[in-house]
């Protein structure tokens, strides 16, 4: 009789399918075996699965760490010995799980691309890629520019905006080991993708935060929501690496994706408080300065100025004489 064994994650995601004819089968470490698995906390001779004519019956070859399921009403662990087993029932076995699954278990109807796949598959594709760096690099180089001192000329700006690039490139593409390295799919090109997406975001994250504390006043609502759009856009970038490059739930991605953000911003934090302030000659800001055309409303001339704010005083004053 045909059987499907599955190796899975915790996360109960796909590793590897394997599909028997045969009526006996042997799950171990040892390499005689028909399914060898790669977990150091299984046996040499770990399990064998038989047909006896009318059920697959799963035995525990007397391991150390033993091997076992859960109960379906009493939802505790039982340990493996001739059990027999029913199609999508899911087995421990060490630190790994495997699920046996029969040829008539029901499969669940397919799953249409979303438009969020979409929208990561546009991220990788190359054109994409190569457009997203060229404007991280673009805007790099403006920002040297802008804060240098002198006149910067245009290999000046390539070798900084080159780079930066380059230091930004290293994120994904750690990310992308780790996930190699713990067996799931490297995915480089997508995290890279991904990741330089929000790499611009965050400049023009930048960039709305100082246009609206430009218009603002330092205790204004609008400046401290602005000052939260970095700190979601961090954490949508983690969450969304852990989403590209590993299996897990959601929960735990989320949960990963806040700690990293929470390490990122409460570590700035708490190194920008650590530094003791230096005396420096030249004058600090504590504004925001643009040019007048960043202004949300136009501002008036002097002469202006001086007439509105005779009027308000003369409204004073007409108002002082009325409560007399």
């Not at 060898?36 to 006896?52: E, G, K, R, T, V």
């Not at 796949?117 to 690099?137: D, G, Y």
């Amino acid at each position: 009789m045909e059987i499907i064994i599955e190796e899975i994650t915790r996360a109960h995601k796909l590793i590897a399918r394997h599909k028997f004819l045969q009526d006996n089968i042997n799950i171990g470490r040892g390499y005689d075996n028909d399914i060898i698995m790669a977990d150091p906390h299984i046996c040499a001779q770990h399990l064998s699965l038989n047909f006896n004519g009318e059920h697959w019956v799963l035995n525990d070859e007397d391991t150390i760490n033993g091997s076992f399921y859960e109960d379906e009403f009493s939802k505790t662990k039982l340990a493996v010995h001739q059990h027999i087993v029913h199609s999508g029932q899911v087995f421990v076995i060490g630190k790994s799980l495997m699920r046996v699954i029969f040829p008539d278990h029901p499969v669940p109807e397919s799953i249409s691309f979303s438009p969020f796949e979409n929208i990561l598959n546009l991220t990788r594709h190359p054109i994409f890629l190569t457009l997203s760096i060229l404007f991280f690099a673009t805007i790099t180089g403006w920002l040297f520019n802008l804060h240098s001192p002198v006149e910067a000329t245009f290999t000046g700006l390539l070798v900084p905006a080159i780079g930066m690039t380059l230091m930004f490139t290293l994120w994904p593409a750690g990310v992308a080991l780790v996930s190699h390295l713990t067996k799931h799919e490297a995915r480089f090109r997508g995290q890279l993708g991904i990741c330089f997406v929000f790499f611009n975001l965050m400049w023009v994250s930048d960039f709305i935060e100082n246009l609206i504390s430009f218009n603002s006043s330092s205790q204004s609502m609008y400046g401290m929501v602005a000052s939260l759009l970095p700190i979601v856009l961090a954490f949508c970038l983690f969450w969304l690496n852990c989403h590209i490059g590993f299996q897990m739930t959601n929960k735990r991605r989320t949960v990963v994706a806040a700690c990293m953000t929470l390490l990122l911003f409460g570590g700035s934090y708490l190194i920008q408080l650590s530094k003791k302030p230096e005396f420096s000659i030249r004058p600090a800001f504590n504004t925001t300065l643009m040019a007048p055309s960043y202004l949300f409303t136009s501002s008036n001339n002097v002469q202006d100025f001086i007439e509105n704010s005779k009027a308000l005083f003369t409204k004073a004053q007409e108002a002082a004489k009325e409560e007399k």
